[in-house]
């Protein structure tokens, strides 16, 4: 029988720390399992004291796993959880829009010019693709700066020809090209491409995101430059939804979340950039800068949401997300409220399905109640309900893989939570919202719900527990209930990471959409093609109840093999008033992306959603 001394308890010994080691071993084998246990007992040292032998320093009474006196980002220590989890400050890049007219477009270090190709009828898009490509042919201010430049415009997009195709696909760029003026610095000069003209549709709420992005992209790659120019043709509209819309596109796509590195592997997007100046050719818009604002608000939602979902449990417990929702009220200028419920208000509530998931947790579950009311006349009361599981091990159904991804499974609460940051922010009319969050973990430990027992909702219905792993609807079963009986929601829609069965059905860059209501499911899918948040409609097949049969209790947490993700969303149905307008919002695929990781997915249409309920 081999018995091996853990290293850091071997050099604690020759130390000579008695106060701070072992004292006593015992070994114990058993002729059956002949396991051999090996136990480490203090009778005066604490857990810091221990590692400060190992140091070789004075006693502290820290105790965190960090090791070292200042530590880069909040975290547990070994003797207490997280209680805050920092935020990714938004970029100070100041956004601009002007008329193009009589503006010197060419001030800036960087000058992106905007070029839209010219539309081709059916019989020229069948075309070789090896045909050569047309001259392109600049108007407006992109001619008088070609032909400022000697054709320089025009050399830059028949050099690139293959790649730009004349700007046919939105946010396509050519190379910067470099020209010194006379007795200045070398300004930089690129074609973006816009798209294929459509003198129908104009250019959409999408195609505007793109550009958005491919600004930011190029503001990142263009080193050294401080400010920058985009000229923008008549055909985008210098309009409000534009404006918002590119604004929203350009400060996400800024995003990087710095707050887990240190030194050189810190990356901040385009550092050197102070301004981006937009010149429209359609004129400038009335309140511009107030429509700007209004993208950028709704870019610190996204941002937010993705921090959520990058958070690791180490950071984002039940209390920290507890404290996000806290700050997202601070900043809101008090049109948002915070309520949170701690297990004794969650249990006078009977809410012994969210509580059950919750036992298994380190930190006390924590309820969260986000109330945003609007400045005058409230037209709709809406509940917006999100999945708050901080991780996910399975519970005693424990998972065998993925489990390293398991902490965004708190995606559908990230989704509403960053929503609920951009609507204080923006303040919509009419609309009282209520976003709602049932925050725990669903871990192992003694306490942790098991597989058979019996739970019993705030509305009384009882759930039989055939699977642990099937724990985000049960918490969510209590927050549904809470949204329409305790809060009076009019319409309700939830957003969760819920089943892989939805991920296989749609892939992950499409949400699933499920509900009875075809008013409910028409807003949703508007809001998703303006977001550009992809959703599809699932059927609610009525038939498929009957897999959540149970034996001994009203039903239980999991059907069969089959149509697990539509047995999911009717599951959730029984905590909602059959005559109230509902729908399940399955977000597991598009929340992560696994070269970048969380993609801030469902803030936008949650925002969107929000707003239009007031008009």
Request: hydrophobic fraction near 40%; aromatic fraction near 6%.
């Amino acid at each position: 029988m081999r018995i091996t001394i853990p290293r850091t308890v071997l050099v604690a010994l020759l130390r000579g720390s008695a106060s701070s080691t072992a004292s006593a071993f015992s070994i114990s084998s058993s002729s059956s399992s002949r396991a051999v246990r090996t136990t480490i007992s203090s009778r005066q040292a604490s857990s810091s004291s221990f590692v400060t032998s190992l140091r070789g320093g004075a006693s502290s009474s820290s105790t965190s796993l960090a090791m070292s006196a200042e530590r880069p980002f909040n975290t547990w220590t070994f003797d207490k959880h997280c209680e805050s989890m920092d935020w990714t400050p938004a970029s100070e890049i100041a956004l601009s829009a002007a008329a193009a007219e009589g503006a010197s477009v060419d001030d800036s270090d960087v000058i992106i010019v905007g070029v839209l190709a010219p539309k081709k009828d059916d019989a020229e898009a069948e075309t070789d693709e090896d045909k050569e490509i047309d001259p392109i042919v600049f108007s407006g201010k992109a001619k008088e700066l070609d032909e400022a430049l000697g054709g320089a415009l025009t050399d830059l997009a028949s050099e690139n020809s293959k790649a730009f195709l004349n700007g046919s696909s939105a946010g396509t760029m050519t190379p910067s090209m470099r020209i010194q003026s006379a007795g200045g610095k070398a300004k930089r000069y690129i074609l973006l491409g816009l798209g294929t003209e459509d003198t129908e549709k104009g250019i959409e709420s999408t195609t505007i995101m793109k550009l958005g992005a491919a600004i930011a992209t190029a503001c990142h790659d263009q080193k050294k430059a401080t400010s920058c120019s985009v000229v923008l043709p008549t055909q985008v509209e210098s309009s409000a939804s534009t404006l918002t819309d590119f604004s929203t596109a350009f400060y996400s796509s800024l995003y990087s979340d710095n707050r887990y590195r240190t030194g050189k592997k810190v990356e901040i997007k385009a550092e050197d950039v102070k301004s981006v100046t937009l010149f429209m050719e359609s004129g400038a818009a009335d309140a511009a800068d107030s429509s700007i604002s209004t993208g950028k608000n709704l870019a610190k939602g996204v941002s937010l949401t993705k921090d959520i979902v990058n958070a690791p449990h180490n950071v984002l417990n039940s209390e920290s997300l507890a404290d996000t929702a806290k700050k997202i009220a601070e900043e809101s200028g008090g049109s948002i409220t915070c309520e949170i419920l701690g297990k004794e208000e969650c249990e006078k509530r009977g809410m012994g399905c969210y509580l059950g998931v919750a036992r298994g947790s380190e930190t006390d579950p924590q309820f969260i109640h986000l109330t945003y009311k609007p400045s005058g006349e409230v037209k709709k009361k809406v509940g917006i309900v999100g999945k708050g599981l901080l991780f996910d091990t399975g519970g005693y159904n424990i998972k065998t893989a993925m489990m390293e991804l398991m902490k965004f499974d708190c995606g559908g609460a990230a989704a509403v939570l960053g929503a609920a940051r951009a609507i204080g922010q923006n303040q919509p009319e009419g609309v009282e919202a209520h976003f709602i969050v049932a925050a725990c973990e669903n871990m192992i430990n003694a306490r942790a719900v098991v597989p058979s027992d019996i739970l019993t909702a705030s509305n009384g219905k009882t759930v039989e527990v055939l699977n642990t792993d099937a724990e985000g609807r049960l918490t969510l079963a209590d927050a549904l209930v809470f949204a329409d009986k305790e809060c009076g929601c009019e319409s309700i829609i939830e957003l969760s990471t819920l089943t892989g069965a939805c991920m296989v059905s749609l892939g992950q860059k499409i949400c699933g959409v499920w509900t009875d209501n075809d008013d409910l499911a028409k807003s949703i899918e508007d809001v998703s093609k303006v977001t550009g948040d992809k959703s599809w409609r699932m059927p609610m097949a009525a038939e498929y109840k009957e897999q959540l049969k149970s034996k001994v209790a009203d039903m239980t947490n999991l059907g069969g093999r089959y149509g697990g993700a539509i047995t999911a969303a009717l599951f959730l149905t029984e905590f909602v008033d059959k005559k109230k307008p509902f729908a399940h919002i399955d977000i597991a695929g598009p929340v992560w992306d696994d070269k970048s990781g969380a993609t801030g997915f469902g803030a936008k249409m949650v925002s969107e959603w929000v707003s239009r309920q007031g008009e």
